[in-house]
């Protein structure tokens, strides 16, 4: 017995039918031909989703994580600084990992729930100019809030130090400029607004950022997540042998990337603003009031706190048993007492929004 | 258009029917109870085919390399010292892995295409038994060579050194006993004599191994890969969330387990002893010779030097091409000159031997 799922939480999202279709199709050897061709077009669909030319744009084998440890593990030597914006769990998240790697961090931060000031970081990197990178989430999946990245590319080009964005939530949702930005690495995931399960990392990397990769002077410390290797296997001819890639996950991401850009990217974020602004629109009839404000609240991922007197776990858990509709709980100081949910990809439709309001209607009626 | 494949490389191989089957089932989230009741499940079907009674028993979200990372640095602090038997690609690669973590690496070596032997093993932990870690590959990929591993762990678990197996191409397809012959820590793949397509590596650890990761006094350099978080993400009880781990390819793997011990785990390793000796039984009427010699082969993974007058790359594409059947290309010394042919799991079976081999005789008269 396989349960049924709306996939209304902070991922996975439901993935779109064609994504789901090509699971099926015969497996192939990672370096068969036709495989490198299915990770070139992906190369092509991911960079018509990143709005960039970067040649270096591909699928890492890994979830979300796995992109965002590949991109820090590939730019930091040990020792360097990172300037990390801290706004919610995936802000902090990015600090442990750069630790891990023996990198130094400046945090600069804001309360959870609202938006970095683009400024602070800027000013965090005048104060420490030797600064290797700024990282920041687009996207903060654990509160719902965007953060505005666009005018930090542009005053990090006169600097040395990159700019990392984390668009694991962001990408093919709201608006995400990498070359229009100035941004030189950006790293996302196949199962939220891009539409596919699980499993894959989408990764592209500026030539400030190649240079980086290249130019080390220590060897990047993880061989799985090493940026430069995974280059030279998916795009360098003849490959170099990395490891055994999954056709499987390429084939579906390849469909769902495919899909979305049928739909087109500025349609596919205007239907994630409508969408977006549905749920929000009606959820504080139904006594739920908005983790962030206006401004900084993102569409795909909305961080709602609850009505008084519903209880969080318990209800939640009925919508899951009782409807099978996933929503996230809230995480930080928002635990206990707030759901997030996710309005993203496929399941960013008027049926979602319905669907989820009438099954919380009945909740709040028992 | 999307090509059939025969894969008898050295993997991915075709999975089971039942394991592609899973992967078009709904897509559940990494905290749902019942993605985590499948995982449970894999747990149990992996300790069966691990022939362990290890409590830590997960599938890592990435390949069989990912798998190794996950191991060395999991269990390895920088500047100690890890033993590595080399006698091929992957033995290659762990010291690679080890070094980039900050090890130091001491090789004991045997010629491409000869067994490691077990003494030099255990003398080098004599002479070094301060080393944290033996790592060996049971099943070495790059040249089909079997490295007797059971007489390690008895001797090693007098000291304070970790036995460390690959069991990539293992596991599965010949004989391996986790807990009789004493083995700390072991990692394989999904996507070979498992019999589900790539994207998971089974790791399992004994109670030594996980006392190691959780006495470290330094941190894992890798959070994506660190198996103290994993085990509190995929075993515990409530689970903390560490990633997005794949349903799809977990319900997958958890349908290929279940063939194969339905099957019977010393079934299968008879299985792929008759094809695999048939198969080397076979070749060299046909003037092809075997790379390594009777004791140490495996039967899942044959490395073969191909006719005289046989060019390997061009009829190695024509296999592909022509019909659609995969093989790998030599490694090493032997690359130009030799095939690695696998029959392991679902292809392991006369239809595929016979399949091959009639393809090859229509290349040997053109």
């Known amino acids: 017995m396989h349960g049924d799922r ?8 439901i993935p779109y039918p064609e994504a789901m279709e090509a699971l099926s199709r015969p497996v192939l050897g990672h370096l068969d031909p036709e495989y490198l061709g299915v990770i070139a077009e992906i190369g092509d669909r991911l960079r ?3 709005r960039t030319a970067n040649a270096l744009t591909l699928p890492v084998s890994g979830t979300g994580s796995a992109g965002m440890e590949a991109c820090l593990a590939s730019l930091l030597e040990p020792g360097e600084t990172v300037i990390v914006g801290i706004n919610g769990y995936f802000g902090e998240r990015i600090c442990q990992v750069a630790q891990r790697g ?7 931060e804001a309360p959870w729930g609202t938006a970095l000031d683009p400024a602070d970081l800027l000013a965090a990197q005048r104060a420490n100019p030797q600064a290797a990178l700024v990282a920041v989430v687009a996207a903060e999946t654990s ?3 965007r953060n505005d990245v666009a005018p930090l590319g542009p005053e990090l080009a006169k600097t040395d130090t990159l700019l990392l964005v984390d668009a694991v939530t962001a990408l093919g949702g709201t608006r995400l400029e990498v070359d229009a930005w100035q941004i030189d690495a950006c790293y996302s995931a196949s199962q939220k607004c891009l539409g596919a399960p699980p499993g894959l990392a989408p990764v592209t990397l500026g030539p400030r950022a190649v240079a980086k990769v290249r130019g080390r002077s220590t060897p990047i410390h993880s061989f ?32 769902g990337l495919g899909r979305l850009l049928e739909e087109g990217v500025e349609e596919v974020w205007d239907r994630h603003a409508r969408i977006g602004a549905l749920l929000q629109s009606e959820l504080p009839e139904l006594g739920f009031s908005m983790v962030a404000d206006g401004a900084a609240r993102l569409p795909q991922l909305t961080a709602t706190l609850l009505p008084e007197g519903m209880e969080e776990g318990p209800a939640r858990k009925r ?23 996710g309005m993203m990809g496929h399941a960013a439709t008027e049926l979602s929004v319905v669907t989820l309001l009438g099954a919380v209607r009945e909740l709040l009626k028992a």
């Open 6 to 13: 709306l996939l209304l939480g902070p991922g996975p999202s």
């Open 48 to 50: 018509a989703v990143f």
């Open 102 to 108: 023996g990198a130094q961090v400046v945090r600069v």
């Open 143 to 145: 509160t719902g809030v």
């Open 224 to 255: 799985y997540l090493d940026l430069g290797l995974l280059q030279d296997f998916f795009l360098s001819s003849p490959p170099t042998y990395h490891h055994t890639a999954s056709s499987t996950l390429a084939y579906s991401l390849h469909a």
């Open 319 to 341: 919508l899951l048993t009782e409807y099978g509709i996933e929503v996230g709980g809230g995480l930080g100081e928002f635990a206990g007492r707030a759901w997030r949910i």
